[in-house]
């Protein structure tokens, strides 16, 4: 069987996934941590690989940017092929000092300014989190690691260049820590369905001070993120 986004049959798929936006990372991860890594998909150049971790069988797919391409991806995932893990690993840009480059986030919980949420004919307003038997298995990941990590809220946006140059900083004076563009449409679609989501973000930019991730820092810092999200999916 395919979907319209997915070249993959039944069962080529893992019941953990790790979640890049970036198709190019999920190639990068399947090259230089999978054993045996096949491709099962690469229409619209947005690839999935499976392959084994540590004896364990992980996919990895890319989901593009934007909550509706990762909305389509991991719908698909759940529905059509049975997907019980979800894990998003990505990038964020930084609301307070107290996170650096390439820190490591965990998102509790996902904030946002779309209306994503429409779909599910709420009469008020949802806030999706990410689910505690992957949160627990990240944490425990990241300390085995060595890897510090900062749990807390972030926001979902959809949009990436906005116009007043200080808009993030209300989300900041109520403690959201970053800001990316996926989280909150995975978590929303993984509670809807009873699978389990959670988001890993590696800081590569920063509000506060301007400053930018290196291609070194990047490199360095993803690994960390990588190795964390693995361990969470088969552990």
């Known amino acids: ?8 049959n039944k069962g080529d798929i893992a019941s953990s996934v790790l979640l890049p936006g970036d198709p190019l990372r999920a190639k990068f991860i399947a090259e230089n941590f999978l054993e045996n890594a096949v491709c099962y998909s ?3 150049n947005m690839f999935g690989f499976t392959g084994i971790y540590k004896g364990t069988k992980v996919s990895v797919q890319g989901t593009g940017m934007g909550m509706p391409s990762i909305g389509i991806y ?3 995932l759940i529905q059509d092929y049975g997907v019980q893990n979800l894990i998003r690993i990505g990038t964020a840009g930084a609301f307070t000092e107290k996170l650096q480059l390439g820190d490591v986030v965990m998102a509790l919980a996902a904030s946002t300014d779309s209306n994503f949420a429409h ?3 709420l009469n008020g307003h949802y806030s999706p989190s990410g689910s505690w038997a992957l949160i627990r298995k990240a944490a425990l990941a990241a300390d085995s690691l060595r890897v510090g990590i900062t749990a807390g809220n972030v926001v979902t946006c959809d949009v990436f260049y906005e116009i007043n140059p200080d ?7 109520l403690g959201v820590l970053c800001v990316e563009m996926e989280t ?27 400053a930018k991730a290196t291609v070194e820092e990047r490199e360095k810092s993803y690994t960390d993120m990588i190795k964390i999200g693995l361990e969470t999916a088969v552990s």
């Not at 069987?1 to 993959?8: D, L, P, R």
């Not at 808009?167 to 004076?173: D, F, G, L, Q, Y």
């Not at 909150?184 to 301007?210: C, K, Q």
């Open 1 to 8: 069987m395919s979907t319209h986004i997915n070249a993959a």
């Open 42 to 44: 690469s229409t619209r």
């Open 74 to 76: 991991t719908w698909e």
């Open 119 to 121: 779909t599910f004919a």
């Open 167 to 173: 808009w993030w900083k209300k989300w900041a004076s």
């Open 184 to 210: 909150a449409a995975l978590y929303m679609n993984a509670a809807a369905n009873e699978v389990n989501a959670l988001a890993l973000l590696t800081i590569s930019d920063h509000f506060v001070t301007n």
